[in-house]
């Protein structure tokens, strides 16, 4: 095995030299289980778990480890090893975590491209397409919108659909793709890079897994089949995984996300909707609402119908659950500060006790 295969960089090595992490072993996150990696090294496939040291320095979830992320390692056994220190992301591609308030979900790391598959049945939704383009463009990941399940779709309904797409996103790439026909799978395997990392996102049952079974020439992921008499899927996937691919590129399969919750601190929105942003700076009022004032050029526009009403909509409300979101992270951050100093007054009260001044 080589790590390079696997996408180590220059940059890593020179960190790693800067740093002095020469002594370590290095190797990259392809699955986790429960706080349990699998770590691929030049020396093959280890198991992994995180110091202690790193436990108690990490101060979220995002200072653990996660699928696709490079590690430094100690060894720990045959085929053991400890996970020592995250290195560096170049892309992180997070989501709101689902039930837990003001908290980010680090789906993936390192990640060069994503594809947003959505198939062209009922699964097929701008609105939702456009949290996806969010959350890749927050964290510096390049989208492919990849359509699937071209067979099961008449030729007129495929027409509308990418009239739609090319309306709303024309700067994206997109392919059409059937599994069954064959359709568009020659243009996925030239879309890959060897030496680039791809994450497949999208909703349970868009095709993630078949996909990813197509480009790897085997069943790599079970995929799911429906049971004829309920509809419901069974094998879905269930763990994020890293594979490597024949030609080269590294691919990683997601489960399905039922949530798609924005986080955003990087700029994600205002590049998915940079069309209508761009009107909306071109507004005369400066503190302008774009909902009722006179002479608003985004209400022009919508009125023209340059700009599009779904979008704007949807924009407003992707807007909203932004600053809400971000409203909930700052008052997560303000109780833990207050909890690690309540910690900390505790202790050292009890070590002056202990000490006997009271
Ligand atoms: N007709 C048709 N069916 C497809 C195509 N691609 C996938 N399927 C079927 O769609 C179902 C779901 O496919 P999966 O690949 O398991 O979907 P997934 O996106 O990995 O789903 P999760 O793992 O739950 O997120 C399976 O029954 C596949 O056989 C396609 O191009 N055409
Ligand atoms: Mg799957
Ligand atoms: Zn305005």
Not at 27 to 32: I, M, W
Not at 261 to 280: K, P, Q, V
Request: net charge negative.
């Amino acid at each position: 095995m080589n790590i390079i295969e696997w996408g180590y960089t220059e940059d890593l090595e020179h960190y790693r030299r800067e740093q002095g992490l020469m002594g370590f072993g290095v190797g990259r996150v392809t699955a986790e289980h429960k706080e349990r990696y699998i770590v691929m090294t030049d020396g093959g496939e280890v198991q992994a778990e995180v110091t202690g040291n790193l436990r108690f320095s990490a101060r979220n979830r995002e200072d653990f480890p996660a699928v696709g992320d490079w590690v430094a390692l100690i060894a720990a056994g045959e085929e053991q090893a400890l996970i020592h220190k995250v290195l560096p992301r170049t892309a992180a591609l997070t989501r709101q975590a689902v039930g837990q308030h003001g908290e980010v979900q680090l789906i993936a790391a390192n990640i060069d491209y994503a594809f947003l598959v959505q198939a062209l049945d009922r699964d097929f939704n701008l609105n939702r397409l456009d949290r996806y383009l969010t959350l890749c463009y927050a964290a510096r990941v390049s989208p492919v919108i990849v359509l699937t399940k071209a067979d099961l779709c008449g030729e007129n309904h495929c027409h509308e659909v990418r009239e739609r797409l090319q309306q709303r996103h024309p700067e994206v790439p997109f392919l059409v793709m059937s599994a069954v026909s064959g359709e568009g799978l020659e243009e996925l395997r030239q879309r890959i890079e060897a030496g680039k990392t791809y994450c497949l996102l999208g909703s349970s049952g868009a095709g993630k897994s078949t996909l990813l079974n197509h480009l790897a020439g085997g069943e790599y992921m079970h995929t799911r089949t429906l049971s004829e008499s309920t509809n419901k899927g069974r094998h879905t996937t269930t763990h994020r995984e890293l594979v490597l691919l024949k030609g080269g590129g590294l691919i990683i399969d997601n489960p399905g996300m039922r949530e798609v919750g924005i986080t955003d601190g990087g700029g994600g929105l205002e590049a998915t909707f940079d069309r209508i942003l761009d009107l909306a700076r071109q507004c005369r009022y400066a503190d302008c609402t774009h909902t009722r004032e006179n002479g608003c050029a985004v209400l022009h526009a919508l009125e023209q119908g340059e700009i599009d009403a779904d979008a704007w909509d949807n924009y407003l409300r992707l807007e909203r659950e932004r600053a809400h979101f971000e409203t909930e992270a700052g008052e997560k951050k303000r109780r833990e500060k207050l909890m690690g100093k309540v910690i900390k007054d505790y202790y050292k009260k009890d070590f002056k006790r202990r000490r006997g001044d009271g």
